[in-house]
């Protein structure tokens, strides 16, 4: 099955750095790429997503990059803020097989 | 409002107990799903449902078994609890049953299994 790989596993950056984050997956039918964004205590929410057909995609602070050959993600995040820590998860999907997950990067952001 | 509700936010039960968490979803989406979080924040998809197919990951326990009423609710029943079962299960919704829809996610249910 699909397995999705994610580096770093931790960040520490100051208030107003940027911050790269890796993903790589493994099954060439994986269509649809979400992160998720969860917060201590609070659910997983969804930052930005990418599909198969598309190179880039930017909202705000936040780009995404897809290289289908490689098959390799990367979120940038710029402008840093506290409000940006939080553990930060890339996933794939393969139509009806739901989301698999890579490991989560923790994310601290120090003002 | 709109949204994924789950309850209890916690359960704490004894091994061989069985358990029963609530899923529901106001989103008028199709399809509903329960992943398993561990303590180490590795998340893993447990079912998908829509009301015309479920589709079970294969490394998931016999014991554990998703239970609907309509498109809205999705419980998950564990039969048997075990120790391994300590975890925060968490439920999500999608608009159809496919790869390519956005994911909203419930806050969680956290069992620990004593």
């Known amino acids: 099955g699909e397995q999705v790989e994610q580096l770093p596993s931790s960040l520490i950056v100051q208030e107003g750095a940027s911050v790269l984050i890796n993903c790589s997956y493994t099954?060439?039918?994986?269509?649809?790429f979400p992160w998720y964004k969860q917060e201590p205590g609070k659910r997983l929410q969804f930052i930005i997503d990418?599909?198969?057909?598309?190179e880039r995609k930017q909202n705000q602070r936040l780009t995404l990059l897809f290289d289908k050959k490689t098959k390799h993600l990367s979120l940038h995040i710029t402008a840093t803020q506290p409000g940006d820590s939080a553990i930060y998860f890339c996933?794939?999907?393969?139509?009806?097989?739901?989301?698999?997950f890579g490991l989560g990067t923790r994310v601290s952001v120090f003002p | 409002e709109t949204a994924v509700f789950q309850t209890p936010n916690y359960h704490v039960t004894q091994v061989g107990n069985e358990v029963s968490f609530n899923c529901k979803q106001t989103?008028?989406?199709?399809?509903m799903y329960w992943y398993k979080q561990d303590s180490k924040k590795l998340l893993k998809i447990m079912f998908s449902?829509?009301?015309?197919?479920?589709?079970v990951n294969e490394t998931v326990p016999r014991r554990f078994s998703p239970q609907s009423s309509d498109k809205a609710h999705l419980n998950l029943r564990i039969k048997s609890v075990e120790p391994e079962d300590s975890a925060v299960y968490l439920c999500?919704?999608?608009?159809?049953?496919?790869?390519?829809?956005?994911?909203?996610f419930g806050p969680g249910t956290r069992l620990t299994v004593l």
């Open positions: 996933s794939a999907s393969n139509y009806a097989q739901g989301l698999t």
């Open positions: 099954d060439s039918a994986s269509v649809y």
């Open positions: 990418i599909r198969s057909n598309m």
């Open positions: 989103l008028g989406h199709d399809t």
């Open positions: 449902y829509n009301n015309k197919q479920l589709i």
């Open positions: 999500a919704s999608s608009p159809r049953l496919g790869g390519s829809y956005e994911q909203y």
